[in-house]
């Protein structure tokens, strides 16, 4: 079923049972949602699953790349769906029918970070520029120059809008600023969940 205020077609979704909880890997059971319901609810049924624990997902490949991705539309048994958290297994026991009940699928949501950098034309000023995938609260970002501790940028904290662009600029410390591989940190809060996430920036 679709959650409220989602946008998909929930009849255009397929349904897995993978026997791992990663779902890079091939599941051992796929199914199409049976003909006819709405595009809100329909119902599925595997005809014949052997024994054992499995993971269920129900996905619908929004930009049709092949795999689970961002934006996507997806649920699994026990959810909801977050990265990381595949959901419950599902017992299934020899002669039995089990009933997996309503699985609510929404918008799969993964957050990333693109960051890049750059010196001034004289060599002696490092400015770094990053983009989130989705909204964000940012507690704290810290740039680690090679071999250098790690700086925090005391401006970078607040709210963070996705797909915006935001500057970390003027660094510099007398004399020619290194090149070479850079590491970006940030932390803070996404959908409730904490994040600390590290980029390495390749600056030229």
Avoid: C
């Amino acid at each position: 079923m679709l959650k409220p205020g989602e946008d998909g077609d929930v009849r255009l979704a397929r349904v897995e049972l993978h026997d791992s909880v990663a779902w890079d890997s091939a599941p051992v059971y796929v199914i199409a949602p049976e003909s006819g319901g709405q595009f809100f609810r329909v119902s599925f049924e595997f005809p014949a699953v052997a024994p054992g624990p499995y993971y269920l997902l129900a996905w619908q490949d929004k930009d049709a790349d092949g795999k689970v991705s961002d934006g996507d539309l997806t649920g699994v048994y026990g959810g909801p769906h977050q990265p990381g958290s595949p959901g419950k297994p599902v017992m299934v026991y020899r002669g039995w029918t089990v009933d997996a009940g309503d699985i609510e699928m929404a918008r799969y949501e993964v957050l990333a970070v693109t960051a890049a950098g750059e010196r001034s034309q004289s060599r002696d000023t490092t400015t770094f520029t990053y983009r989130f995938s989705h909204d964000v609260f940012l507690n704290s970002m810290t740039i680690t120059f090679p071999g250098q501790p790690a700086i925090p940028d005391p401006v970078a904290p607040g709210p963070k809008l996705a797909d915006s662009t935001y500057r970390s600029e003027g660094w510099h410390m007398g004399g020619s600023m290194p090149s070479g591989l850079h590491q970006l940190e940030f932390r803070g809060v996404f959908r409730d969940s904490v994040f600390d996430i590290r980029v390495a920036v390749s600056v030229q």
